[in-house]
């Protein structure tokens, strides 16, 4: 059987895939990322000196973006989320922050986007909140980590890729 992109016509063109004869299934996703940056600056965000609760907040935007991913991706699907985590953790040895987030519901739909949206928003919004401090901090290694549901199953990253989230 030979691969095809879902999201294009025959004729190549961009299209949203039909999911209404999908059947409905518990799915979730799990997306990883990571905000690498100086120990100073790690030091900073953790002393809470910072501007503002740097962790709430990217938590909070990670939430929300969640929620509004079909807004940012053309072909994706409006979803009913029925959970959002996003979790974030200092990480000594980076130095820097690691970001996870859980996205589920019941459809006939995935949420890996939602996860990967999630976690990317998150990490930006820290940069955001933190670069008056430093600049050169580095979003690194946002990925799919597993989606379990649908069709196809689960799928888990191998852990190689997983190296700093």
Not at 111 to 137: F, H, N, P, Q, W
């Amino acid at each position: 059987m030979k691969a095809r992109l879902t999201h294009l016509s025959a004729d190549g063109r961009a299209d949203m895939v039909d999911v209404g004869d999908k059947a409905v299934t518990a799915r979730s996703a799990t997306a990883s990322g990571a905000v690498m940056m100086a120990r100073a600056t790690l030091e900073l965000i953790l002393s809470g000196n910072a501007k503002g609760d740097v962790i709430a907040t990217a938590r909070i935007a990670g939430i929300m973006a969640a929620k509004k991913t079909h807004e940012s991706i053309p072909l994706c699907h409006p979803l009913a989320l029925s959970k959002v985590e996003v979790d974030i953790a200092p990480d000594e040895k980076l130095p820097g922050l690691i970001l996870r987030a859980i996205c589920k519901l019941k459809g006939p739909t995935g949420v890996e986007m939602e996860a990967l949206t999630a976690v990317s928003v998150a990490c930006l919004t820290i940069y955001d909140m933190v670069k008056a401090v430093e600049r050169g901090m580095r979003i690194e290694n946002i990925h799919l980590v597993e989606k379990r549901g649908g069709k196809s199953g689960t799928y888990r990253a191998k852990s190689g890729r997983n190296k700093g989230a």
